[in-house]
């Protein structure tokens, strides 16, 4: 069963910063493409970065670009979210996913990853 979780969700005040981390059972992540997502109350789930395979380049979308670091360790099969200067704006729950990839680059949009996680709440509240 391959499984994803995210952790490192948590209260926090704005201005603040939280590391969510994603980390993968039953199979290592070296060659899939990592995607992180959020879904804030009452609006759809957008895409905020993915990592890509291999080369481990990250890619942002608008949503939290210049606030936000993609990072994988393939030594902890873990990948990583950094998100500096919260806002009110970004509580949402977050998300990881997977799609396996042979090929440069990743995905920014939700419907080409396969593996989700659960989620991990991130509340930005002072």
């Known amino acids: 069963q391959l499984q994803l979780v995210e952790s490192g969700g948590g209260l926090v005040q704005p201005g603040g910063s939280l590391r969510l981390s994603c980390s993968a059972s039953?199979?290592?992540?070296?060659?899939?493409?990592i995607g992180w997502f959020r879904r804030a109350p009452g609006k759809e789930r957008e895409g905020v970065s993915c990592?890509?395979?291999?080369?481990?380049?990250?890619a942002y979308t608008a949503a939290m670009k210049g606030r936000v670091t993609t990072t994988r360790t393939n030594a902890n099969n873990t990948v990583y979210l950094q998100m500096n200067s919260l806002k009110p704006e970004d509580t949402a729950a977050y998300y990881c996913?997977?799609?396996?990839?042979?090929?440069?680059?990743?995905?920014?949009?939700?419907?080409?990853?396969?593996?989700w996680g659960q989620g991990t709440q991130v509340t930005v509240s002072s």
């Open positions: 990592i890509s395979t291999r080369s481990n380049i990250p």
């Open positions: 039953g199979f290592t992540l070296d060659n899939y493409a």
């Open positions: 996913a997977a799609i396996w990839r042979t090929y440069p680059g990743c995905p920014l949009s939700e419907g080409q990853y396969k593996f």
